[in-house]
């Protein structure tokens, strides 16, 4: 086997050369791309400044669902001693212990990515990476050099948090999503900035463990993104576990000492005054270009950031040989973990010339891991009625079931069929599925595969859902679109 494909991480590979494809950016997409590749019989260079895994792995999705899952423990707790009469108290939250924990799995998960890579044979070069040519990259690296594609590049850099002006993370004060669960000690209180997924997870963490907790959102909602009732039944839950919610408004000041931030908002109610032992900025995510040198191999963004395909179908740019997945891809392209996996795939497979169908960014499912959680996949009914659908609507509270009382959180069914009947009934396919309350994310599984198939109503309803389980409230509601509702609602 040869040094190009011998998963040479280690010393004494050759500088530069010849490949079939070079992966610019080690996240998710990045490595699903080479992992592929590999797999179909293609040499590949992967580059990675940083440590393979990316975001996601090392500071997002993997560490951070893992202190969410301890606060679930913690709320689990008061559950336990005020709903369950379990006389079960807290004594503290060792956050040394927690961290540990958390750092212990994100390890474990980055030597399994690093073990993958390297029995594939994909050759990681770490080092920055620039372009120098449509299918040529030059690594900074002591092994690193002059490399060039026969089949392609991939341009899988990722993406940053955004940053307001006049705020600069510290680290400590004032932190972004990237380091805030790295951030020393848990604060008594917490000012987050933005109210979509990202905000709203860290906001729900810090409830859990203690912190007061002020949510701030720019738009009209929560979540703006989700349907307008998935919204409201999340701020309700947010609202009752005591963090404070503005939506509607604005940080207009901020005044960041080593003691905390004293910040002015403007709410629709007037100016407030917000002090916090911790600010933190989770006002979206910009993608990484800078240091990529574009206009080397003839390519530019989009004005956003965005390195945008001209064939969606294989995430070809306007330069042939040159591809995007991740965080680079401009909408409709959601930004999440799991869409950059099959964006990976498809375009490891194209440059195989294996037949793979293009990524249907329409039914990725969206998840909130928060507490309530939300998970959604398809059009909202704002959305089918804003393309002129005829649809018909059906939601069922979780608490209709035996399971959602047991859990005792609330949370809600929705479902957006076409309604193709003469008499509007939902007999033409599900268009969305939204859901609120626990474990919902474990419920969207079904839903997805639901809208991506074209299913209508009726092909759902015909199936049996589990007693009790909390899914039997999904199955229950598409029963009553289908006109065989047991328990009309």
Same mark, same amino acid.
């Given at each position: ?114 073990? #993958? ?220 973990? #799991? ?67 047991? #859990? ?82």
């Amino acid at each position: 086997m040869s040094d190009m494909n011998s998963g040479g991480t280690g010393t004494g590979a050759a500088r530069g050369g010849a490949t079939d494809v070079i992966v610019i950016g080690g996240g998710t997409g990045g490595y699903s791309t080479a992992l592929r590749a590999a797999s179909l019989g293609l040499r590949v260079v992967l580059a990675e400044r940083d440590l393979v895994g990316g975001t996601c792995l090392h500071r997002g999705c993997i560490p951070s669902k893992a202190m969410l899952h301890a606060a679930e423990l913690v709320d689990g707790i008061a559950e336990a001693r005020e709903r369950w009469g379990v006389k079960a108290t807290l004594d503290s939250v060792d956050w040394g212990a927690l961290t540990a924990t958390r750092d212990d799995i994100v390890t474990r998960n980055h030597r399994g990515v690093e073990g #993958h890579l390297q029995r594939a044979g994909v050759r990681v070069v770490r080092g920055s990476a620039r372009l120098t040519g449509p299918r040529s990259v030059f690594v900074e690296a002591p092994d690193g050099g002059e490399f060039t594609a026969r089949r392609g590049t991939v341009l899988a850099t990722g993406s940053r948090p955004r940053l307001l002006p006049g705020l600069t993370p510290d680290g400590r004060t004032v932190v972004t999503s990237d380091d805030a669960l790295f951030a020393p000690g848990l604060p008594d209180s917490v000012l987050v900035l933005g109210g979509g997924a990202i905000g709203v997870e860290y906001a729900s963490f810090h409830r859990s463990m203690g912190a007061r907790v002020t949510l701030v959102e720019a738009a009209a909602r929560l979540l703006p993104l989700e349907d307008e009732e998935v919204s409201r039944h999340l701020a309700r839950g947010l609202k009752k576990r005591g963090i404070t919610v503005h939506t509607d408004s604005t940080l207009t000041g901020a005044e960041v000492a080593e003691s905390g931030v004293r910040a002015t908002v403007r709410t629709p109610g007037g100016e407030r005054t917000v002090e916090a032992e911790r600010l933190l900025v989770a006002v979206g995510r910009v993608p990484v270009t800078d240091g990529l040198d574009l206009a080397a191999a003839g390519l530019a963004t989009d004005g956003r950031g965005f390195v945008p395909p001209a064939d969606w179908s294989r995430l070809e740019t306007a330069v042939p040989g040159i591809h995007v997945v991740g965080d680079l891809l401009p909408p409709p392209s959601p930004g999440l973990a #799991h869409a950059s996996f099959a964006e990976g795939l498809l375009v490891a497979e194209t440059l195989a010339g294996v037949p793979s169908r293009p990524v249907d960014h329409a039914t990725v499912p969206r998840v909130t891991y928060s507490s309530p959680q939300t998970a959604s996949v398809g059009l909202t009914e704002a959305e089918a009625r804003a393309r002129g659908l005829a649809v018909r609507v059906n939601t069922m509270p979780l608490t209709a079931v035996a399971k959602g009382m047991v #859990h005792g959180q609330g949370g809600l069914v929705k479902i957006v069929a076409a309604a193709d009947g003469a008499g509007g009934e939902a007999t033409g396919t599900v268009l969305g599925v939204h859901l609120v309350g626990p474990h919902v994310s474990e419920m969207i599984a079904e839903s997805q595969l639901i809208v991506a198939w074209d299913a209508e109503p009726c092909d759902v309803a015909q199936h049996i859902h589990a007693h009790p389980t909390l899914s039997e409230a999904v199955g229950e509601t598409f029963l009553t679109l289908a006109g065989r509702g047991l328990h009309q609602h």
